[in-house]
């Protein structure tokens, strides 16, 4: 892969920047989106009507009523990093989702793209700028979603069920656009707050502490101590019993639904 150029670091130091500054005052927001969301747990999907038969065929043979799922998220890529930590997946036998960043990331780098969607990933969308949505007019914020996801479907053939709002913060307005965007919001339930750390030991460490059951990671494959982390990460939770699953696949026979939010 190429080494970062100027512009990969300042998006780096940018949304660090970003995740930094707004720390504090959202404490609560990086945990449970913004305070008084109407979530939907993925236990709740899965007791809705099963998907459809197409669909269920595509996700496969794991059933997350009967194991216990876990699942892996990686947003704002693809990034120098996203190459290994494929590899890594691959040769964990890993599936993630991949919520990914249109400006100087899927225009940067297209051909991980195609690899994320081949290798059985799912790919969604984190916006095209990562602009806050609820501080944006209702046309900014199409235009957030639908940029990165026409990209997608250009490079993959599938257009991306899932988004996932810079920050977690949304609202009534961004779950509208959403639906008719076909899109579903899927926040977390894992932080390793990555942006504020390298150390991979560390990152490690904050994940374990929170997974449980039904689980949903975030990590940032952007971030230099993101990727030299999943390894342990992968191999300390499969001995817990944990299996890893897409975010499709934790909700399955459910099936995410457009203007919903995924928790």
Known sequence: MPSPTRKMKKTGAGLRAVAV????????????????????????????????????????????????CIALTFDAGP??????LLDILEEKQVHATFFLLGKRHI??????????????????SHTWDHKILTR???????????????????????????????????NETVHEICREEG?????????????RTTDPALITKRVLAQADRDGIILLHDLYDGTV???????????????????????????KAEPGKVYR
């Open 21 to 68: 500054s707004a720390a504090a005052a959202c404490l609560a927001v990086t945990l449970t989106g913004c305070g008084g969301l109407d979530t939907t747990a993925p236990s709740a999907a899965r007791a809705r009507p099963a998907a459809t038969v197409q669909a269920a065929a595509r996700l496969g043979a794991v059933d997350c009523r009967e194991v216990k």
């Open 79 to 84: 990034s120098e990093h996203s190459a290994r």
């Open 107 to 124: 225009e940067k780098y297209p051909e991980l793209v195609r690899r994320m969607a081949a290798e059985g990933h799912e790919v969604a």
């Open 136 to 170: 944006i007019e209702p046309d900014e914020i199409r235009e957030e979603l639908r940029r990165p996801d026409d990209e997608i479907e250009r490079l993959t053939g599938r257009r991306p069920t899932l988004m996932r709002p810079p920050q977690g913060r949304t």
């Open 183 to 195: 899109l579903a919001e899927v926040l977390w339930t894992v932080t390793a707050k990555d942006y």
């Open 228 to 254: 030299p982390a999943v390894p342990g990460i992968i191999d300390a939770l499969k001995e817990r019993g944990f299996v890893f699953v897409t975010v499709p696949q934790l909700l399955a026979p459910g």
